[in-house]
């Protein structure tokens, strides 16, 4: 099953512009993770964000979490037509071995 | 980092016939793998967790005796797709918990897309 749902399903941009996707859920978390898939190819780990935490940067991407309200948002900014590709969130429960639950994604199109 | 290794990464076959797809824990053990399928332009679906030593447990709407799970070994499980029909056709991802068991990090493998003609 899947966790929760995530905005907007799709987006399109102009390069240089920042790209905000959004995710919501609906368990307790331990973490939440943000992947990217480019068409037909694998998953490409981003970014883990734990429970505790509120936000976090790696280059480009900034992540923020908010777990009063179950919801989660990425950040690409000064986007680049190679951040064209499919983003989804995936929730993890640490409750037993559990399986990580992915949203339904946002298509990501940066327009050169 | 701990690596997860699928196999066949492409595999196109005819209908009726079956497909067996395998998922490879390369550094570390793993007692339990999870199987994704994802349909085109949609989101991964969890189809069943594979237990080593063990029956898998399917997800609700997965057909066990079209999916078959084994996994023999710590470092490796099966995916079998018997009868395949091209109402199967798509790409099936596996993933496992690294070192640390129930908290440890969760890996993926690449990937096998499945065409059923």
């Known amino acids: 099953s899947q966790q929760g ?20 859920y609906k368990t ?3 973490n939440l993770q943000w992947y990217r898939q480019n068409s037909g190819r694998g998953l490409v780990h981003l970014i883990l964000i ?6 976090k940067h790696s280059g480009r991407l900034r992540v923020t979490l908010d777990t009063s309200k179950k919801s989660s948002s990425l ?8 951040d064209t590709a499919s983003y ?10 559990t399986p990580l639950v992915f949203g339904k994604g946002t298509r990501l199109s940066v327009i050169a | 980092g701990a690596v997860v290794s699928q196999h066949p990464s492409r595999v196109i076959c005819k209908s009726g016939t079956s497909v067996k797809i395998e998922c490879r824990s390369l550094d570390f053990q793993a007692t339990t793998m999870f199987w994704y399928r994802q349909f085109p332009k949609q989101s991964l679906m969890l189809m069943a967790t594979s237990n080593e030593g063990s029956k898998a447990t399917y997800e609700q709407g997965v057909e066990k005796d079209k ?6 070994s710590l470092t490796l499980s099966t995916l079998t797709v018997t009868s395949a029909h091209p109402e199967d056709s798509s790409f099936y991802i596996c993933s496992a918990r690294g070192p ?5 990090e969760l890996f993926f493998g690449e990937g096998s897309r499945l065409t059923v003609l």
Request: proline share 2%; net charge negative.
């Open chain 2, 100 to 104: 640390g068991g129930a908290s440890g």
């Open chain 2, 67 to 72: 999916f078959l799970i084994n996994h023999a």
């Open chain 1, 88 to 97: 989804f969130c995936a929730t993890d429960q640490y409750s037993g071995n």
């Open chain 1, 50 to 55: 734990r429970s505790n935490e509120r936000e």
């Open chain 1, 75 to 82: 950040l690409i900014t000064a986007s680049r037509a190679a």
């Open chain 1, 28 to 30: 307790s978390i331990n």
């Open chain 1, 5 to 24: 749902e995530e905005d907007p399903q799709a987006l399109s941009i102009q390069e240089g512009e920042n790209a905000t996707m959004n995710c919501s």
